[in-house]
Structures are given as structure tokens and as C-alpha cells.
T-cell receptor, first 112, second 113 residues
Framework: AQSVTQLDSHVSVSEGTPVLLRCNYS??????LFWYVQHPNKGLQLLLK??????LVKGINGFEAEFKKSETSFHLTKPSAHMSDAAEYFC??????????FGKGTMLLVSP | DSGVTQTPKHLITATGQRVTLRCSPR?????VYWYQQSLDQGLQFLIQ???????AKGNILERFSAQQFPDLHSELNLSSLELGDSALYFC????????????FGQGTRLTVV
């Protein structure tokens, strides 16, 4: 069994400041991990994925995430927030052929 | 564009009715997932099909059923609809390999009145 915990339901940043969205996972084996973004009234879009290759994964729109096995974490970061980054972000785990396990989501608010 | 097509985009229906939501996966993808997203419950996994067979079941009500057809498109049937079934229903598809990412459709917004 696996689970995903997103540690913050809401994160507020100012435009131009760094973004950190935290995610911890629990799994009995090494899962694949993903971050998805959902803009209002839109579908989910894949930002990046980790599948046991490099631990630092670069995604679209300047986002990146680092897999830390010792901490069972997969935090999402971006050096400088943009207004268009305001959205809900989901951390997702998948083990083998099993279904996707979603975190509850983190709403990112970006103020000017 | 993710390549996953869901129809219809919006659906308004009355309580007690039955509706069918349709999903066409990305070309070549064998897995189809259905999710329900509502304000109070968040994103809930309903069911997964792989090449026509049910692979995993989540929090799917008995009033709901799904199937995946030989051409790999999938349908989610919701019956005896209640006000609480109003939600955004997403379909996602993924490839045949292990640990492959899922691509999501734009969703069907169901409103039960």
C-alpha cells in the first residue's frame, strides 16, 4: 500500500519569490512520483515525473523536484513565482502497475 | 492538449436520472482511469481498466459502473443520480509499461438538479 501526504493545503507567495510545495510519500517499494498542476476548471497537467533515474527532476515552466529516499520526500520548487503559477498542485505516487495515489492537493496563491 | 477526449464537457440532469460519460484515451494507451473531483471530497479514484479488464477499484458507488470497450474507449455510467453526485469527472489514460504517467482529459462537469 502507498500513501501521499501534501503537508500544506495552501501556500501563499509573492510574485518573484521562491516556491516550495511539500510532499511526503509512504510505500513498501520504490514508487514512481509525479507532480500535476490543475488550473481552475481545467484538467490535470503533468509537471514532472521521477522514475528512479536522476533524483533531481526538471519539469515544465521552471519547476523541479528532488527525490530524497531517506526523507521519503518529493518536494516541488521553483526559484521565482509567476502570477500564472497560481493553481492547485497534486503530488502522485504510482507503484508498478498499481493505480495512482493522489495527495489532497496544495493550492498555490501568488500575489503581485 | 493531452490527447484524452471526454464528452460531454457539461451535463445537467435531474435527480434520479442516469447519464453516461465517455472517454477516448490517447492513441495506444491501454489503461483508463476514472476520477471524481468535488469541493468537499477532493480528487477520488473511482476505477481503472486495462485493455478491457477491470484492474483496480476505488471509492466507486454501486450506482456507478464503467466499462472499457475493444477499441479502448471507456464509459462511466451513473444512475439514480443524487445532488451529491454533482462533480467534475475526469478520465485519464496511460501506456502499457510500468510506472508510466497518466494523461488527463478536460473533465465532464456534471450538475444534478
Amino acid at each position: 500500500a502507498q500513501s501521499v501526504t501534501q503537508l500544506d493545503s495552501h501556500v501563499s507567495v509573492s510574485e518573484g519569490t521562491p516556491v516550495l510545495l511539500r510532499c511526503n510519500y509512504s510505500s513498501s517499494y520504490s514508487p514512481s512520483l509525479f507532480w500535476y498542476v490543475q488550473h481552475p476548471n481545467k484538467g490535470l497537467q503533468l509537471l514532472l515525473k521521477y522514475t528512479s533515474a536522476a533524483t533531481l527532476v526538471k519539469g515544465i515552466n521552471g519547476f523541479e523536484a528532488e527525490f530524497k529516499k531517506s526523507e521519503t520526500s518529493f518536494h516541488l520548487t521553483k526559484p521565482s513565482a509567476h502570477m500564472s503559477d497560481a493553481a492547485e498542485y497534486f503530488c502522485v505516487a504510482q507503484g508498478g502497475y498499481s493505480t495512482l495515489t493522489f495527495g489532497k492537493g496544495t493550492m498555490l496563491l501568488v500575489s503581485p | 492538449d493531452s490527447g484524452v477526449t471526454q464528452t460531454p464537457k457539461h451535463l445537467i440532469t435531474a435527480t434520479g436520472q442516469r447519464v453516461t460519460l465517455r472517454c477516448s484515451p490517447r492513441s495506444g494507451d491501454l489503461s483508463v482511469y476514472w476520477y471524481q473531483q468535488s469541493l468537499d471530497q477532493g480528487l477520488q479514484f473511482l476505477i481503472q481498466y486495462y485493455n478491457g479488464e477491470e484492474r483496480a477499484k476505488g471509492n466507486i458507488l454501486e450506482r456507478f459502473s464503467a466499462q472499457q470497450f475493444p477499441d479502448l474507449h471507456s464509459e462511466l455510467n451513473l444512475s439514480s443520480l443524487e445532488l451529491g453526485d454533482s462533480a467534475l469527472y475526469f478520465c485519464a489514460s496511460s501506456g502499457a509499461g510500468a510506472n508510466t504517467e497518466a494523461f488527463f482529459g478536460q473533465g465532464t462537469r456534471l450538475t444534478v438538479v
